[in-house]
Structure formats: structure tokens, C-alpha cells
């Protein structure tokens, strides 16, 4: 990743408007910052929410609150909690996210 024409700044999360996006289970809601071609987001997931699908794109994750398991489509499965994260690229493996209790992630992509 290469990043330019990026000016400093700073982001207060909570002035950024949530968007809805429904899982198979649950939801998750979005406060997303675009800088060039990279999307920035805090994702907070309710509780019981699991993906709608396998996601192939790239990201950079930190689990803020709470616990996500995400599973790859080989069958491996990873739990995040509170100061950990991942890091995956691009159509590398297919994966997917659910939580039990709910989980806030700062995810850029």
C-alpha cells in the first residue's frame, strides 16, 4: 500500500453517521472515512451477528471491544479480542466474521 495525497487529519468516529449493512444474522454498523483509495472504519457488530458471505477483499483489523471469530474458507478460525488483530490480502483467502456478544472493530481496508 502506498499512501499519498493524504493530508493530516484527525478523525472523531463519533461524528461520523452510521450506515446499516445486515449480516445472515445481525448487523453491523459502519462509520467510514475514505482517504484516496483507502476506506477507514470503525465497525461495531450487534450481538449474534455472522457475515453474509465470504469476503475476499484485503484488510488491515484491530479488535477494539469485545470478541470476533472469523473463520477462512480452508475451515481455520481465529478469535480476536480487545488489542488484537489481522491482516489479510487481497483475494488471498476467502474469510468470514461472527460474534456472540458483539465486537468494535477499527478496520482499514
Known amino acids: 500500500m502506498h499512501m499519498s495525497a493524504i493530508p493530516f487529519g ?3 468516529w463519533s461524528g461520523i453517521p452510521r450506515t446499516e449493512h445486515k ?3 445481525g ?8 482517504f484516496a483509495d483507502i476506506r477507514v472504519r470503525m ?3 450487534s450481538p449474534g451477528y455472522m457475515a453474509d ?3 475476499t477483499k484485503g484488510h488491515i483489523l484491530l479488535c477494539l471491544e469485545g470478541e470476533l ?3 477462512l474458507a480452508d475451515g481455520r ?3 480476536l479480542t480487545p488489542g488484537v488483530s489481522y491482516q489479510v490480502a487481497d483475494n488471498a483467502e476467502p ?3 461472527s460474534t456472540v456478544g458483539g465486537a468494535t472493530l477499527f478496520i482499514v481496508d
Do not use: P
Not at 27 to 34: H, I, K, M, N, P
Open 23 to 25: 449480516g445472515a444474522r
Open 69 to 71: 471469530h472469523t473463520e
Open 10 to 12: 484527525i478523525t472523531d
Open 77 to 79: 478460525t481465529f478469535t
Open 43 to 45: 465497525v461495531e457488530y
Open 95 to 97: 474469510h468470514r466474521s
Open 53 to 55: 458471505h465470504w469476503c
Open 27 to 34: 448487523v453491523a454498523y459502519w462509520r467510514t472515512q475514505v
